[in-house]
């Protein structure tokens, strides 16, 4: 391209990053609209650490999470430190660290995507990701494993960048450490493609360069990987440099890998991601699009004309010789997961960075017709979009239970001698925890768990607040969803709760 054109195409870049970043950052505490359980455990969960130094499980700067009981990725909860800070534990306090790394790896994707093949095919795939409907829905909520695909961008961008710049390791050492207290699946995921990186750019790796980013992924690494090793032999908590490896009451690895299931997994895992990369959909709208689905249906064929255009390219960068590591890893990698859309969410932006090359194919494909097909992706984004708001916008959002933390509020500043919330909720008791702000060692004091070995401790009440069945309401003040009201006097309605008087005065 000429510098007219390089011109022109940097406009219509930043232009679709602008794009894209509006997508993902415009209403962002109301669609989707409410709080989901695991979004309310990682904000108290840092608000707890921002306030006292500990979790609510009393753990002194968890390297993971405790949390229900078998842990949580801590990422997250230490990113939002800051914007709880000025935010106070907001539902925007939670959102924003996520969103705003779902910013990052658009303008990482776009750059990887430009060193590998130049400005055009960069357009593309910013294009393609900018309105992918499963990024857009992964970072506009605070699930804190969906954090790994920007911190494994980041990874591959630094070093694919260190073939020019070798300094550019310490940068991906950091973000694949990093990885690593994003999401447990990164254990998986990284080792084939970290070795990959070294023998792919071991011509122009430099000794200190690389030992430096060795060592700092080395150093973030160690932590969590000790943390891990501990609960996988069952050994009690510890800490380490003023961190504590904390004791989980279970691990998952057994339930979500083929450490559970032996071999005899791996043909089942394989057919379920299968299943999965042709529905689209793994039946949980909060993770795939009831219109679009995570990237459209003409996604997968143009990824399968992208790859296959990739391969047969003789001379091919760094940047796109990591890219294709980095989707056979994953591939690899899911094999060995009880598969659904998070838990293999380093596999998407390989396979978008595909379904761009196969979009920039297509586009040339059409010649002088090529815009007609920015112009259908857009008007299946509008699509996608519109199914989006109705699905997860407004008190409808049955998933992530609109109205209940102004239901707490409003039982608490009545200051009652005792409350009682609906098991209809999810753990409500995270909620209660979140929004009367209680500190967390008057929870660790008085919580009442029903089972308090298991993977997901249930907890039946702690100081003034019980939770249980809505028949079983009792106390002064007790929140039920607006199903639950039957004949009981009703204080306050917010969204899909009631603030009812369960009891005759």
């Not at 009442?448 to 249930?458: H, I, M, S, V």
Request: glycine share 8%.
């Amino acid at each position: 391209m000429n510098n007219a054109e390089r011109r022109r195409y940097r406009i219509i870049a930043a232009a679709v990053l602008a794009l894209g970043c509006a997508a993902r950052l415009i209403a962002l505490a109301s669609l989707p609209a409410g709080l989901n359980q695991d979004e309310a455990s990682a904000l108290y969960d840092a608000w707890a650490i921002l306030n006292y130094g500990v979790d609510r499980n009393m753990n002194r700067l968890p390297v993971l999470l405790v949390s229900w009981g078998s842990g949580q990725n801590a990422l997250l909860s230490y990113l939002a430190l800051p914007f709880i800070a000025l935010l106070g534990p907001t539902v925007w306090a939670l959102r924003l660290p996520m969103a705003l790394s779902g910013c990052l790896t658009l303008w990482l994707f776009y750059k990887t995507a430009l060193r590998a093949r130049g400005g055009r095919f960069a357009l593309a795939a910013l294009l393609f990701l900018a309105l992918c409907p499963w990024h857009v829905m992964a970072v506009r909520w605070g699930l804190e494993s969906n954090l790994l695909p920007a911190m494994l961008m980041g990874g591959v961008y630094c070093a694919a960048l260190s073939e020019e710049r070798p300094w550019a390791l310490a940068g991906a050492g950091a973000f694949f450490g990093l990885a690593l207290y994003a999401y447990g699946t990164a254990f998986f995921v990284l080792p084939p493609l970290l070795l990959f990186c070294v023998w792919r750019l071991r011509k122009s790796l430099r000794p200190l360069p690389f030992l430096a980013g060795l060592g700092i992924f080395l150093a973030l690494a160690l932590p969590i990987a000790l943390c891990q090793l501990r609960n996988m032999l069952g050994l009690p908590a510890a800490e380490f440099l003023g961190f504590t490896l904390p004791e989980l009451t279970a691990t998952r690895q057994s339930a979500t890998s083929v450490f559970g299931t032996g071999l005899a997994g791996l043909w089942d895992n394989i057919k379920s991601l299968a299943r999965l990369l042709i529905t689209q959909s793994d039946g949980l709208v909060w993770n795939s699009a009831e219109i679009g689905g995570l990237y459209y249906i003409f996604g997968l064929p143009l990824a399968a004309w992208g790859l296959v255009r990739s391969l047969r390219t003789r001379e091919r960068g760094a940047a796109e010789g990591i890219m294709l590591a980095w989707l056979f890893s994953a591939l690899a990698a899911s094999a060995l997961i009880t598969v659904n859309v998070n838990r293999v969410n380093f596999l998407w932006l390989p396979l978008i960075y595909f379904a761009g090359l196969g979009l920039h194919a297509l586009a040339e494909a059409l010649g002088r017709l090529s815009p007609i097909a920015p112009a259908a992706l857009a008007v299946c984004f509008a699509a996608f979009l519109t199914g989006y708001w109705h699905t997860l916008g407004g008190d409808g959002n049955v998933n992530f239970f609109p109205g209940l933390g102004e239901a707490i509020e409003y039982a608490d500043a009545r200051s009652p001698a005792s409350a009682y919330i609906t098991d209809w909720v999810n753990s409500p008791y995270i909620y209660t925890l979140l929004y009367t702000q209680t500190p967390p060692a008057d929870f660790a004091a008085t919580v009442e768990y029903t089972n308090p070995d298991g993977a997901f401790r249930n907890v039946e009440g702690f100081g003034k607040w019980r939770f249980g069945p809505a028949e079983d309401a009792s106390g002064e003040l007790a929140i039920v969803h607006v199903s639950e009201i039957q004949n009981r006097e009703v204080e306050a309605v917010f969204g899909q709760f009631a603030v009812i008087i369960p009891e005759s005065k």
